[in-house]
Nanobody, 114 residues
């Protein structure tokens, strides 16, 4: 299994980014997918999930600002991030939910700073 996250970068507070994660080597459409993030010096945390049927859930810290979606034809999961805050700075990863240790990719770095 490979999960390739992309779309990170440097953005000012209040800005937006859209992350993508392309999956291969797995039956994507059958899995609940999650976006996770790890800030410097902190543990990795679950940010958002989307079930195979499209039901979504979010951490309280991102509710109303982030939107997770998926395209099963492309085996890709997305994370639209709006109204970004400095505390959103982290490396963002996708994985199945609950995560599998062997599925972690290299992630994509999001830096929110003026």
């Amino acid at each position: 299994v490979q999960l390739q996250a992309s779309g990170g970068g440097l953005v000012q507070p209040g800005g937006s980014l859209r992350l993508s994660c392309a999956a291969s080597g797995m039956i994507f459409r059958s899995n609940t997918m999650g976006w996770y993030r790890q800030a410097p010096g902190k543990q990795r945390e679950l940010v958002a999930t989307i079930t195979s049927g499209g039901m979504t859930d979010y951490a309280d810290s991102v509710k109303g600002r982030f939107t997770i979606s998926r395209d099963n034809r492309k085996s890709t999961v997305y994370l639209q991030m709006n109204s970004l805050k400095p505390e959103d700075t982290a490396v963002y990863y996708c994985n199945v939910e609950p995560f599998r240790r062997g599925y972690w990719g290299q992630g994509t770095l999001v830096t929110v700073s003026s």
